[in-house]
Nanobody
């Protein structure tokens, strides 16, 4: 397992912004898919965005396209989720996840991810 540590959650008003960070420990950051999922109370977990750490390929859920941006810094083993124009429906616990991948296609949000962070709460008030 790859330990994943998230940070950056919090509470903001609708229309505001937050940036989440997720740092992966160890030296196995390359050839991975890194992703953000979220789960709101009473709802199923939803894939938000993913990125292939060995190339510029990323995927987004339709609900966040144009508002959220996933990026990564290989030197820091860290993936970011910049969230702009936040809406109350974005309120959820956000989880960082990873999985090994030899090609970017395995980073699609429909694939299973093997390692998970502890989650960070994001609350958007109207």
């Amino acid at each position: 397992q790859v330990p994943l540590v998230e940070s950056g959650g919090g509470s903001v008003q609708a229309g505001g912004s937050l940036r989440l960070s997720c740092t992966a420990s160890g030296d196995t950051y390359r050839n991975k898919c890194m992703a953000w999922f979220r789960q709101a109370p009473g709802k199923e977990r939803e894939g938000v965005a993913s990125i292939y750490t060995d190339g510029g390929v990323w995927y987004y859920a339709d609900s966040v396209k144009g508002r959220f941006t996933i990026s990564h810094d290989n030197a820091k083993n860290t993936v970011y989720l910049q969230m702009n124009s936040l809406k109350p429906e974005d309120t959820a616990t956000y989880y960082c996840a990873s999985r090994p991948a030899t090609i970017a296609a395995f980073c699609r949000l429909s694939y299973d991810f093997s390692d998970w962070g502890q989650g960070t709460q994001v609350t958007i008030s109207s």
